[in-house]
């Protein structure tokens, strides 16, 4: 029988510096503490390159301990964020209770070109644009500038650098190049929807439980990037990283929040989302847009999600326990 209350911490472990998968392994500490602190056995599954594609040692351990849950921080590799789904996959199929989303909603979120369609079938908005994998035939005709170019198969804003943003024509061409050399698998290039930036994060089944709405206003940052790319949200060294911070709850109008709670509820429930995830929009013109529905946004002490918990109520071992508790 399994133990009626230990839980495996399943984190990913290579040789890298990438800031956003050291990250994770902060959390796993931070999980730890929060476990032992209420009591609850804990141990860590650490899992490597070389157990894929069968998985067959992380299998035996894990039927081996019987944990009672396991909180599923596994992200994939730097060299393929899709791995994830396979094993989230091999979770289910050992029927075994882990926190987060399932592999099909990983799948269609980590899938970005495929989730921007099937939002866009169900009628819930999403910026203009195409998925490009070689550039015959100028396919971008059409789409007004500004642009911006994003990997398809890519999460931790991994490709999201400064040079994304593309103002005028001369330069898209020579861009969109160098990103697809970056990311063969494809890109995503669409209009860009300038203004304030919102992210809303949920707990939960449908209809949720909503955490909280943040906003970046941009137009206070002068000079800077009018979005976040990937040094201005994990490099402590990058001036931005520190300058621009959301804000939590302050100056959204009660109509507009709803309509972003409304659209990113519905964008959540759509892809599949359950247990945690945060979804990120717009606006424009009073409607919001969904860039991104992130399934395993940062759960750190000090990340976005946890000061939207505390601000619900919530300290972070409470909302540590209630992503717990929605494990299926």
């Not at 921080?73 to 050992?94: C, K, P, Q, V, Y």
């Not at 926190?99 to 866009?120: F, H, I, Y």
């Not at 302050?250 to 759509?270: F, H, M, Q, S, Y």
Request: net charge negative; with cysteine; aromatic share 10%.
């Amino acid at each position: 029988m399994p133990d009626p209350g230990r839980v495996l911490i399943a984190v990913g472990l290579e040789p890298t510096a990438r800031a956003d998968i050291l990250d994770v392994l902060r959390c796993t500490q931070s999980l730890e503490s929060v476990f032992t602190g209420m009591g609850v056995p804990v141990e860590k599954l650490y899992v490597r390159t070389e157990d894929f594609p069968r998985l067959d040692r992380v299998r035996e351990i894990i039927s081996s301990r019987l944990p009672a849950r396991v909180f599923n921080l596994f992200e994939g590799f730097s060299g393929d964020a899709g791995m994830e789904i396979s094993f989230a996959r091999m979770l289910e199929n050992l029927g075994v209770p882990f926190t987060g989303n399932p592999s099909k909603t990983l799948g269609n979120c980590l899938d970005k070109e495929g989730a921007k369609r099937l939002l866009e079938r169900n009628a819930v908005p999403v910026p203009r644009g195409i998925f490009l994998r070689d550039l015959e035939g100028r396919p971008w005709s059409g789409l007004d500038f500004p642009l911006f170019i994003k990997p398809c198969f890519e999460d931790g804003s991994v490709g999201i650098e400064r040079d994304c943003l593309v103002s005028e024509e001369g330069n898209l061409e020579r861009t969109l190049r160098q990103k697809l050399d970056e990311f063969p698998k494809g890109v995503i290039l669409e209009e860009f929807i300038p203004g304030r930036e919102f992210n809303v994060g949920f707990l939960g089944a449908p209809p949720y439980e909503v955490l909280g709405v943040s906003m970046i206003d941009y137009s206070r940052y002068s000079g800077r990037s009018p979005f976040l790319h990937y040094d201005s949200k994990w490099d402590p060294s990058c001036a931005e990283f520190h300058e621009i911070l959301p804000v939590l709850e302050e100056g959204i109008a009660p109509c507009l929040r709803e309509k972003l709670v409304n659209t990113a509820r519905r964008a959540g429930d759509i892809l599949g989302c359950r247990g945690y995830f945060r979804v990120d929009l717009r606006e424009r013109d009073g409607l919001p847009y969904v860039l991104d529905v992130n399934p395993n946004p940062d759960i750190n002490e000090d990340s976005g999600f946890s000061r939207q918990g505390r601000n619900r109520g919530y300290s972070y071992p409470q909302v540590v326990e209630r992503i717990l508790a929605y494990a299926c």
